[in-house]
């Protein structure tokens, strides 16, 4: 018997061993090439690591972050959201008209809860009609965007002129010379890290995005855990839509199109799996850091913008790859 049960051992401690490795590069990786470009960017540039830059770069960072983040809490639980950047334009649209009628700070809040209902609308339409969340997230983007057009009639929306400086409060200076849309974007992602690594709900969506039908079968309700996904996405959109407009001082219906793609992107790129069940908060946002740096270094080294598509594109593919190699050592 000893004899029959030494091979299993060994090949069981080598599956052990394998996803252990796997494990550590999916956690390190993203945190490894983001070192190397902050030491290749600090070496060939004399401005890369001044004071003003680096605010700079957490400040345009806080937009694309807040959507990876989303975007992360979706995939994980095995469904994508490519309503981010629509949700994110119609969002900031009703938070600058609700602003006009009721005030900056009425109209910041009811920015967050249009970004909450859009995300429990997605959400529903996903789930009740079965269709692959790809397609039907694509179509429902569509829709948002055309409610935001016929909402502006196509035109760019302003708050009152006596709230033009309260508007612009997410641009101001705050804690450590940082701007208050970086402080609410450390605070928010800080909030989704703690509530998918700590609490109940977290653990159902690693459940859900590893394997619904086993999820189901202990008792998860996998629907409600994927709505509930898309609400913390939505919220993520709302707010992203909020720095957005404060920045511009305006809103209008073609805000940040294409975004939701780099924020899916900067995900993938921070290790999480496109099949959903494995990733991280941190190194999803890790992810957006790394795509910002990248257009900060090409700004700095004074490079044709264009090839930077082509680099994105580039690690796009080798974080896929890397995830699919991973799968198959590990399995």
Same mark, same amino acid.
């Given at each position: 018997? &000893?004899?029959?049960?030494?091979?299993?051992?060994?090949?069981?401690?080598?599956?052990?061993?394998?996803?252990?490795?796997?494990?550590?590069?999916?956690?390190y990786? %993203?945190?490894?090439?983001?070192?190397?470009?902050?030491?290749? !960017?600090?070496?060939?540039?004399?401005?890369?690591?001044?004071?003003? +830059?680096? =605010?700079? !770069?957490?400040?345009? #960072?806080?937009?694309?972050?807040?959507?990876a983040a989303?975007?992360?809490? #979706?995939?994980?639980?095995?469904?994508?959201?490519?309503?981010?950047?629509?949700?994110?334009?119609?969002?900031?649209?009703?938070?600058?008209? @609700?602003?006009?009628?009721?005030?900056?700070l009425?109209?910041?809040?009811?920015a967050?809860?249009?970004g909450a209902?859009?995300?429990?609308?997605?959400?529903? *339409?996903?789930?009740?009609?079965?269709? +692959?969340?790809?397609?039907?997230?694509?179509? &429902?983007?569509?829709i948002?965007?055309?409610?935001?057009?016929?909402?502006?009639?196509?035109? %760019?929306?302003?708050?009152?002129?006596?709230?033009?400086?309260?508007?612009?409060?997410?641009?101001?200076?705050?804690?450590?010379?940082l701007?208050? @849309?970086?402080i609410?974007?450390?605070?928010?992602?800080?909030?989704?890290?703690? !509530?998918?690594?700590?609490?109940t709900?977290?653990?159902?969506?690693?459940?859900?995005?590893? +394997?619904?039908? /086993?999820?189901?079968?202990?008792? *998860?309700?996998?629907?409600?855990?994927? %709505?509930?996904?898309?609400?913390?996405?939505?919220? #993520?959109?709302?707010?992203?839509?909020? *720095?957005?407009?404060?920045? /511009?001082?305006?809103?209008?219906?073609?805000? /940040?199109?294409?975004?939701?793609?780099?924020?899916?992107?900067? /995900?993938?790129?921070?290790?999480?799996?496109?099949?959903?069940?494995?990733?991280a908060?941190?190194?999803?946002? =890790?992810?957006?850091?790394? !795509? &910002?740096? %990248?257009?900060?270094?090409?700004?700095?080294l004074?490079?044709?913008?264009?090839?930077?598509?082509?680099?994105?594109? #580039?690690?796009?593919?080798?974080?896929?790859?890397?995830?699919?190699?991973?799968?198959?050592?590990?399995?």
């Open positions: 018997m &000893t004899v029959g049960t030494a091979p299993d051992t060994t090949s069981g401690t080598a599956t052990t061993r394998a996803r252990r490795r796997g494990g550590r590069v999916r956690d990786g %993203i945190l490894v090439a983001l070192l190397a470009m902050v030491l290749a !960017l600090s070496l060939s540039t004399g401005t890369f690591l001044s004071t003003s +830059n680096m =605010v700079n !770069l957490l400040d345009q #960072c806080s937009v694309v972050g807040l959507l989303g975007a992360t809490v #979706c995939i994980m639980s095995g469904v994508f959201d490519l309503t981010a950047s629509a949700s994110l334009a119609l969002s900031a649209i009703v938070g600058v008209q @609700a602003g006009r009628q009721f005030g900056v009425t109209g910041f809040a009811a967050i809860v249009a209902l859009l995300g429990l609308v997605t959400g529903t *339409i996903v789930v009740r009609s079965g269709v +692959n969340s790809f397609i039907a997230t694509l179509a &429902t983007s569509i948002y965007r055309g409610v935001a057009v016929v909402v502006t009639a196509g035109s %760019i929306v302003y708050p009152l002129t006596t709230g033009q400086t309260d508007f612009g409060m997410l641009t101001w200076p705050s804690l450590f010379g701007t208050s @849309a970086t609410v974007f450390v605070v928010v992602v800080a909030a989704i890290g703690v !509530l998918i690594s700590a609490t709900f977290g653990r159902r969506v690693y459940a859900v995005g590893g +394997n619904a039908e /086993a999820a189901r079968l202990s008792g *998860i309700r996998v629907g409600q855990v994927r %709505i509930a996904a898309y609400v913390v996405s939505g919220i #993520c959109s709302a707010l992203a839509g909020l *720095i957005l407009a404060s920045r /511009a001082g305006s809103a209008q219906s073609s805000m /940040a199109t294409g975004m939701e793609l780099s924020a899916i992107a900067a /995900a993938v790129i921070g290790g999480t799996s496109i099949l959903g069940g494995e990733g908060i941190w190194r999803g946002v =890790v992810g957006a850091l790394l !795509l &910002t740096i %990248i257009g900060n270094g090409f700004n700095l004074g490079w044709d913008t264009t090839y930077q598509q082509v680099v994105q594109g #580039c690690l796009i593919l080798l974080a896929v790859a890397v995830d699919r190699y991973l799968r198959k050592k590990t399995r």
